[in-house]
């Protein structure tokens, strides 16, 4: 049988620094190559046959993980944060960094992660973008109310992104001068064109082949909306990655961590380790969802009852967690039980 080479790269933006070894542990070849998509090719002809490579999780390592995938027995992408723990040293570089992931992957002690495939990936990216888009509409709305304070004018916070209230209040009120004017026209005019722009992402990833099955059976849950199926379908890519609803509820970061010493058991706050745009959604559909959803609302008044409101949110952001595990294991339909409504949250 031939023998496995194991290769660690170390990956950054102008560099990809690559250590290669054989099963024993003896070094075969190392060093560095610049980070385009030419070079890897060149590099990958001098390779001994066959290899299997690992490198860290980083915004480069998707391009490198598909350019590599088709050349390499296996690849693997390992959890930082894991891998920081294991391969710490008081010295470090690039060269180092790259033996180390080597070693990890010739001595199965590597913290892999979940890879999504690349139509996942590139579909996350348009729903990622989106959410930048809604970051940069708040952003506006927030600058057209300050420049209306900074001026002293009054306005009706209610009814202030409306565009009839709004050409109304520039038309009219005597406290806005020509200067004032046109930056908040200007302003109105960026908010639209963001919210056309979000719309479009939005219709174009519910009508995709891909996902729009998907998203359909997702959205038959009382509280999920198109933005919350999405996310979900896009974020976690295989349910069955998670063996139970417990994991999929710490990755949503919906949990605190556990420390655990002899019979003493403490639950800290929310984990930092979670994906935060899952977290984010599921606890304002967890908000909406109470008003939607017979079932959901009385799991927020018990928790309520015990705790706080804020507690109570999360109760059923988890409860809902799970609706989502088992209709994408099952994909069927949620079955709706009495007079359960839906939202667009």
Known sequence: MESMYYIGLDVHKKTISYCVKSGDGRIHAEGSI???RMDPDEWIKTLPKPWTAAMEATIFTGWIYDHLLPHAGALKVAHPLMLRAIAAAK???DRIDANKIADCLRCDFLPDCYMASTEIRERRRTLRYRNLLIRQVVQMKNKIAVL???AGVSYNKQKLHKAGYFRELLATNQDINDGLRSLLR???EMLVRLGKTESA???SLERDPLLRRRIERLMTIPAVGPITALTWALEVGEVRRFSSIKKAISYCGLCGAEKRAADTIQRTQLSKQRNKHLQTILIEAAKLAPRNS???AMIYDREKRKENAN???LAVA????AYLVAVDRRQKDFLVIGNEARTAA
């Open 34 to 36: 610049p980070a385009t």
């Open 91 to 93: 010295k470090k570089n």
């Open 148 to 150: 209306l304070m900074e």
């Open 186 to 188: 200007l302003c109105r």
């Open 201 to 203: 992402l939005v219709r």
């Open 294 to 296: 017979p079932a959901l």
């Open 311 to 313: 507690r109570a949110t």
């Open 318 to 321: 988890r409860k809902i967690v």
